[in-house]
């Protein structure tokens, strides 16, 4: 134990030396491993001019840690150069591989930002996002494997069901960032497009363009590596979709008729299609889609999160009683969700059921305490002030 402790430790303490040598200039590196080598030399001769034992044992303990972090720089230097080689080599190959493709028409390419930012989004919004693009773009994204080849598939599958299921949860969502980075090239990076497209969330149907770009260079890298593969495809549908530019959108129409040739049986199609549509504006035939989505879900959390979106689209459409309905049999599965609580508590209010509408909204804060359940609290609190106003008059 105390073997596989010490292992550790020094394993870590050499990613941790790696890690900032990377980050320095290649000539310092060098002279930095010489100067620690010179400070060894320099202590084991000046330990031959001392004769005391104790101070002895000290100088000599002192040149053999510096010996020790020295030939760790310079071993550390040569795995440096190694890597960066190889990584420059990867970007080159990766470059020319992607220009191939595009010219045969296997790989579409990344749109550029809006020349204007979605309305209503101030400049803070779009700076969180932004930041949290550069936070998951350092992520060093299928180097570290952490998982066994054979176990990658499942647990890429149970992790993107977390992901389509996590609303806004950025904890959940980064939690689940470092899952993906550990599994093998492509899966990692479609994980990433898929947790790019969910941190680029803002409200409504509103996306910060920023982080919708990030996705698309994950999604990209995936197609890359595997061309046409569809999981990376219906990421790509959906950070292209979530963007109103019409470029974007015209993309977006492309990609659907991809995968629909390449892969017209994948079981997330429908959902997709369902987030296609409803970003356009297309409330009846989303509707179609997440009912097909429905047949298709393989967990209650997955139920849940697709009967919420399909009563968000019967909102749409007006159809209030109808969402009351599906938001209920939402809620019946996943009891923890806050989401399900507040937007069954919108609906309600609608339909003027104030007093199930506070119990819902009750519900949703009890479980998380966030603005829009406390902006629906006071609303539906004056629906039910000037109801009973109304009823004494």
Known sequence: ???????????????????RLMQTPQPWRWILGILIFAMAVFCALLATTVHDTAPKIVIVIGAGLFLLLALMVLIGNSFVGSSQRRLRNIAVESEARAKQLLAEGKLLPIPPLPTEPPQGVSPEELAQI???????????WGDRKAYPAKQAPAIFESALAEVNAASRDLAKLHRLAHVFAGLPRPLCHVGAAEVMFRLSYLRGTTYAPVGLRQGLRFATRAQVHTPLQPDALIAQLKLLVACRATYWQELATKTLAMIRQVAPDHPRLALAEMIYHRLRGEYEEALVCADRALGTATNPVEAASLLSSKASLLM????????????????????????????????????????????????ALSIMDFGAA???????????????????G
């Open 316 to 363: 749409s459409l007006d159809r209030y009683a109808d969402a009351v309905l599906t938001f209920q049999n939402a809620s019946s599965l996943t009891p923890s969700d806050p989401w399900i609580w507040h937007n069954a508590s919108i609906a309600l209010t609608h339909v003027g059921r104030y007093h199930e509408a506070l119990q819902c909204c009750e519900r």
């Open 374 to 392: 406390r902006a629906q609290h006071e609303r539906i609190m004056e629906s039910l002030a000037q109801q009973l106003g109304g009823g004494a």
């Open 130 to 140: 932004e930041v949290a693009a550069a936070q998951l773009h350092k992520i060093p």
């Open 1 to 19: 134990m105390a073997s596989n402790l010490t292992n550790n430790l020094i394993g870590k303490l050499f990613d941790t030396l790696r890690d």
